[in-house]
């Protein structure tokens, strides 16, 4: 049992080490300027354009749920009104980011590590190395800017559907005064909260480009290789959103607060 534990961390340890140096060359790709902007916009149509529909579905219904909820607890104590803008400070802060981070991970990382993994396997992008074509500048720079420039937009689409949507059901069922719904969202709701929700989604984007690369570049061989590395993105991007979200919460909080 011992060993199989020190197994465990040394290739835990390995991996880290492994993504660190990834983390290099694609840091030595961007002072260089490599960047071909033909992939750079396919990308940002796949990551962005085609994720708007999971993530516009899931915001409407976070919103939904979340002001039915707070309604339904908030008029035990009779503050009704104040139902819409616990929904706003939730969807611009965390919920907004975090779960459109998790949606664009189980779609865009998924496919990420499936892509590059499959071309690892069929030996691309050995083939892109005999061509002196960098595989870093090639197809992970173009995914990884695609991903934090789509990410900010897909957040902040999430946060308005899930407001929007919030405030229908506040209004429309829950009978809730659409003055007071309204003017208590905007006084509780600050512009740093939307400030930090976005803060937020370029790091997601920034773990799930990499995650999802890093996976694909050093999956194992053969189809069950494949399947194992497009799993561990979608599981390792998911946990790293979580925690990071945890720090990045205090720390963005702490910051304001000093500002």
């Not at 409407?60 to 803008?85: E, I, N, P, R």
């Not at 400070?89 to 975090?98: I, K, N, R």
């Not at 690892?120 to 090639?138: C, F, G, W």
């Not at 390792?236 to 702490?254: D, E, P, V």
Request: proline share 2%.
């Amino acid at each position: 049992m011992s060993w199989r534990c020190v197994e465990r961390a040394n290739e835990s340890l390995l991996g880290l080490g492994q993504l660190a140096l990834l983390c290099r060359e694609v840091w030595r790709s961007l002072r260089k300027g490599r960047l071909s902007w033909r992939d750079f916009i396919y990308q940002l149509h796949f990551i962005g354009v085609k994720s708007q529909s999971v993530v516009l579905i899931t915001g409407a219904f976070t919103g939904m749920v979340l002001c039915a909820q707070t309604y339904y607890q908030f008029h035990k104590v009779k503050m009704d009104s104040a139902s819409l803008a616990v929904v706003a400070v939730s969807m611009c802060s965390e919920l907004g980011p975090v779960l459109t981070a998790l949606m664009v991970a189980g779609r865009v990382g998924a496919s990420m590590a499936a892509e590059l993994g499959t071309m690892k396997v069929t030996e691309q992008i050995d083939a892109l190395r005999t061509l002196s074509t960098h595989p870093i500048d090639y197809l992970v720079i173009p995914r990884l800017l695609a991903t934090i420039v789509a990410m900010p937009l897909l957040t902040s689409e999430a946060i308005a559907v899930g407001i929007g949507s919030g405030y229908i059901v506040g209004i429309g069922l829950l009978g809730l005064d659409p003055t007071y719904a309204w003017a208590n969202m905007l006084r509780y709701t600050q512009l740093s909260e939307l400030g930090m929700g976005i803060a937020k989604s370029l790091v997601f984007g920034s773990i799930i480009a990499l995650i999802g690369c890093f996976k694909g570049l050093n999956c194992g061989m053969g189809a069950e290789g494949v399947g194992h590395a497009t799993t561990e993105a979608v599981v390792y991007a998911s946990i790293s959103i979580l925690m990071t979200n945890f720090f990045l919460t205090l720390f963005l909080t702490r910051l304001v607060q000093m500002l």
